[in-house]
């Protein structure tokens, strides 16, 4: 049954995903190991392929919209069981930049990989990342840029953050088109990664 929801979940078919993790539910298979097994191993597999190229954009948004159909059936018996998410991360594209679908493919991969975010949506102010971590406990700060003009405004969130004190316990990681590992190394962020993909399994390395 595990299987079948992560084939389903690679394929996108959001409804057979909640039959199938509602039945996984009734046959008393617990929450966590339906998370683990199903869905996050079905959203690995797509992210694998996403990153090979052998899956594009729109192939990972409906597997991520499948897995969002399971995750919340799920979300309730996680709650109740008292599972705790991997990590916390929040999320944005920097201020003065209103693209978000590689922020929101980030966001999803991350979810996928059992990390919670909070998504501050686009035109992000670097103090709103810095408030955020330190009011909502983030181990991760997620900042997307796709404009060259607006890329620079990262520094200004590793700088907050230090400023606040809060650098010790709080990731930063950067990424986007423009954004190289050489501008996230000249502001002092903590990663650059290239792909959603690997943006998640270096957020799970920082959690873990
Ligand atoms: Co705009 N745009 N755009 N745009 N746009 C680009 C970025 C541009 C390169 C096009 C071009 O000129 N060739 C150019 C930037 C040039 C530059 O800065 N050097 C540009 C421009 C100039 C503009 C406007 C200024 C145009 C204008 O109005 N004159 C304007 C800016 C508005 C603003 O933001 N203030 C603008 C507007 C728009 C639209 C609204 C029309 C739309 C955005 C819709 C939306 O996002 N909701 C749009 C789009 C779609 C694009 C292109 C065509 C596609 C961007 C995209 O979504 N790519 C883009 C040209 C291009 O890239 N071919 C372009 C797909 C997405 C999956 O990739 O976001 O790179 P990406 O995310 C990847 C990785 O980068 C990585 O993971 C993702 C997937 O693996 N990643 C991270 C992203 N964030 C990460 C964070 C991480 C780690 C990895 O860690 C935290």
């Known amino acids: 049954m595990l299987s079948q929801i992560s084939e389903q979940i690679q394929k996108g078919k959001a409804k057979a995903v909640k039959q199938l993790v509602q039945e996984a539910i009734d046959a008393g298979i617990p929450a966590q190991q339906i998370l683990e097994e199903g869905l996050i191993a079905g959203m690995n597999v797509i992210g694998e392929k996403f990153r090979n ?11 991520a919209r499948a897995m969002n159909m399971g995750a919340a059936l799920l979300k309730p018996l996680l709650a109740a069981d008292g599972v705790k998410a991997h990590g916390r991360a929040c999320i944005g594209t920097i201020q003065g930049d209103l ?11 991350l979810e996928g990989k059992g990390i919670e975010v909070i998504d501050l949506g686009t035109d992000v102010a670097p103090e709103t990342f810095v408030k955020t971590a330190i009011e909502q406990d983030c181990q991760i700060i997620c900042c997307s840029a796709l404009l060259t003009t607006t890329m620079p405004l990262m520094a200004d969130v590793v700088k907050l953050a230090e400023e606040a004190g809060i650098r010790g316990k709080v990731k930063i990681m950067v990424g986007g088109a423009p954004v190289t590992a050489e501008f996230a190394a000249s502001i002092g962020a903590d ?9 998640a399994d270096q957020a799970v390395a920082f959690c873990s």
């Open 99 to 109: 693209h978000d679908i590689g922020k929101n493919l980030v966001k999803m991969m």
């Open 53 to 63: 190229s052998e899956v594009f954009v729109p192939e990972v948004l409906v597997a």
């Open 191 to 199: 990663a650059y990664t290239d792909d959603a993909a690997s943006a």
